[in-house]
């Protein structure tokens, strides 16, 4: 069992920056392959970006890749998101999630989820 929290989200205009935190406590959070998603008001969760475990290989959505980054620091337990360049269509609560049963992109597969944290990119 892992529990997942969300943090850092918040307003910012278009162009700017945020990075999310999702602090996990719980088992070993180094074993788990780890995913975040967002979910615009009125539309369906979606894949926004993996991490692998050891070899922290990564996987993006084409409508973020160059502008976010996904990265985990395995020593305190947290996941992150850099999002850089933001627009207005990426306003959404952003969750994150743990140990999907195949690949990365389809969230029913997940087991754990956050809360999420709401971002908001006005234009």
């Known amino acids: 069992q892992v529990q997942l929290v969300e943090s850092g989200g918040g307003l910012v205009q278009a162009g700017g920056s945020l990075r999310l935190s999702c602090a996990a406590s719980?088992?070993?959070?180094?074993?788990?392959?780890m995913g975040w998603f967002r979910q615009a008001p009125g539309k369906e969760r979606e894949f926004v970006a993996g991490?692998?475990?050891?070899?922290?290989?990564?996987y993006y959505a084409d409508s973020v890749k160059g502008r976010f980054t996904i990265s985990r620091d395995n020593a305190k337990n947290t996941l992150y998101l850099q999002m850089n360049s933001l627009k207005p269509e990426d306003t959404a609560v952003y969750y994150c999630?743990?140990?999907?049963?195949?690949?990365?992109?389809?969230?029913?597969?997940?087991?754990?989820w956050g809360q999420g944290t709401q971002v908001t990119v006005s234009s």
């Open positions: 991490i692998s475990t050891i070899l922290t290989n990564t």
């Open positions: 999630a743990a140990n999907p049963r195949g690949n990365y992109y389809d969230y029913d597969l997940y087991n754990y």
């Open positions: 719980g088992r070993a959070f180094s074993s788990y392959r």
